[in-house]
């Protein structure tokens, strides 16, 4: 079974501090995916990246940066925290472009991020 | 721009009822739709998945159909469980080269004992 990582549950940080959330997959899928989830506004992809150090952004990057350095690792940062990026944030992969029949999305457990 | 709309969001069943969940889109030129649960607190984890070239798919208990002539899946449950309870999201690929999924709302399921 192909397996998403989310390296932390549960998150409390303070306003401004730097903040990295990490993901990791391990079927060597070629793209992977932020999203953050707020209730009354759904899922909202913030960046993607389809290949090595290549990344692209979503509908919401204001306030986010992201790395890949390996193909297996795509971290989300949060450059200084603020309270209106507290929310639950997705980590998605998958094996080839979403243009392709037969691709899927699969996700990892979560993150929830209280920014104080 | 693509946009995908469950109705309704919020669905409370007796146990053991067979249920249709709702998914419509405004761009039929789909590659896929996928069907996920969310548990409260949790990830989303894949259901179904089908195929822009298929008109459904079927997992135990559950069965996706596809109509993109109509803009419309549903995914049906047959005798619900307690255990079903939770929030049902669907997702659209649309767009040649497309890397984003457009998702629905959800629709919170809640199966009474």
């Known amino acids: 079974d192909v397996k998403v990582t989310q390296s932390s549950r549960y998150l409390v940080k303070r306003t401004g501090e730097k903040v990295f959330l990490e993901c990791v997959q391990d079927?060597?899928?070629?793209?992977m995916f932020w999203y953050r989830q707020d209730p009354g506004l759904g899922l909202r992809l913030i960046y993607f990246?389809?290949?090595?150090?290549?990344?692209e952004k979503g509908d919401i990057p204001e306030g986010y940066s992201v790395s890949r350095e390996k193909k297996e690792r795509f971290s989300l940062i949060l450059e200084s925290a603020s309270t209106n990026q507290t929310s639950m944030y997705l980590c998605?992969?998958?094996?080839?472009?979403?243009?392709?029949?037969?691709?899927?999305?699969?996700f990892g457990q979560g993150t929830r991020l209280t920014v104080v | 721009k693509q946009e995908v709309t469950q109705i309704p969001a919020a669905l409370s069943v007796p146990e053991g009822e067979n249920l249709v969940l709702n998914c419509s889109f405004t761009d039929s030129a789909i590659y896929n739709l996928q069907w996920f649960r969310q548990d409260p607190g949790k990830g989303l984890t894949s259901l179904l998945l089908i195929q822009s070239s298929q008109r459904e798919q079927t997992s135990g208990r559950l069965n996706a159909s596809l109509d993109k002539s109509s803009g419309r899946s549903t995914l049906y449950i047959a005798a619900s469980q307690p255990g079903d309870s939770a929030t049902y999201l669907c997702a659209a690929i649309s767009g040649a080269g497309s890397y984003q999924l457009t998702f629905g709302k959800g629709t919170k399921l809640s199966v009474i004992p």
């Open positions: 998605a992969s998958s094996s080839d472009g979403w243009g392709k029949e037969g691709t899927e999305a699969f």
């Open positions: 990246s389809y290949d090595v150090k290549m990344k």
């Open positions: 079927m060597d899928h070629e793209n």
